[in-house]
C-alpha cells in the first residue's frame, strides 16, 4: 500500500510564474480590499504585509485594535 504524497501542499515543485500568479490570486481576493479599509481608517495599505509574517498578522491585529483610530470620539 502506497502512502500518499502530500509534497503538493508544501509548494516543493512549484515553479516562479506559479508563486508569482498564486501571489497575484492572493493580492486581488484579499490583499487589495483590505489595503483599501486600512487606508480608509487612515492606516497605510503597507500592513497588509504582515499577514506573509508568522505572527505578524496577530501582532498587526492587536496594534489595530489598541491604536485610536481618526474620527469622532464617542466616550
Given at each position: 500500500m502506497q502512502g500518499?504524497?502530500?509534497s503538493f501542499?508544501?509548494?516543493g515543485h512549484w515553479g516562479l510564474w506559479?508563486?508569482?500568479i498564486a501571489f497575484l490570486v492572493w493580492w486581488l481576493i484579499f490583499g487589495w480590499?483590505?489595503?483599501k479599509i486600512?487606508?480608509?481608517m487612515g492606516f497605510s495599505g503597507f500592513w497588509v504585509l504582515l499577514c506573509?509574517?508568522?505572527l505578524g498578522n496577530?501582532?498587526?491585529l492587536w496594534v489595530l485594535a489598541t491604536t485610536r483610530w481618526p474620527g469622532p470620539e464617542e466616550d
Amino acid at each position: 500500500m502506497q502512502g500518499h504524497d502530500y509534497s503538493f501542499w508544501m509548494l516543493g515543485h512549484w515553479g516562479l510564474w506559479q508563486l508569482a500568479i498564486a501571489f497575484l490570486v492572493w493580492w486581488l481576493i484579499f490583499g487589495w480590499p483590505v489595503a483599501k479599509i486600512l487606508h480608509r481608517m487612515g492606516f497605510s495599505g503597507f500592513w497588509v504585509l504582515l499577514c506573509f509574517v508568522p505572527l505578524g498578522n496577530i501582532i498587526g491585529l492587536w496594534v489595530l485594535a489598541t491604536t485610536r483610530w481618526p474620527g469622532p470620539e464617542e466616550d
